[in-house]
């Protein structure tokens, strides 16, 4: 357990992008590798997959956070208003938010 903390926590510094998380990636999954966490193993053979997107995920600073919580706060909109009214009212309330 203190093995598998200390390999989250380390990973959880790697959100903050920077230059040169690519290659403290690389390093943390042989980290990972060293030891035996089947489940960290698995995680790091879906990191390793989609190398290019990890990468510029941990280093470049633009993301998608606004325009995820736009449409996450539409879908719980229209979740509420299901069956209630028509368009018009939905429309109304998510341009009221």
Do not use: C
Not at 57 to 83: A, D, S
Request: zero cysteines; glycine letters at 8%; proline letters at 3%.
């Amino acid at each position: 357990m203190t093995a598998l903390s200390g390999h989250i926590r380390t990973f959880a510094n790697l959100l903050k992008p920077a230059a040169d998380n690519s290659r403290r990636l690389h390093e943390w999954i042989s980290h990972v590798r060293e030891d035996d966490l089947p489940h960290l193993h698995a995680f790091t053979r879906g990191l390793e997959r989609d190398h290019d997107a990890v990468a510029n995920g941990l280093t470049l600073p633009f993301h998608n956070g606004g325009t995820e919580g736009v449409n996450n706060k539409t879908k719980l909109i229209k979740r509420q208003m299901y069956g209630r009214a028509g368009f018009r009212l939905l429309r109304h309330r998510i341009l009221l938010n």
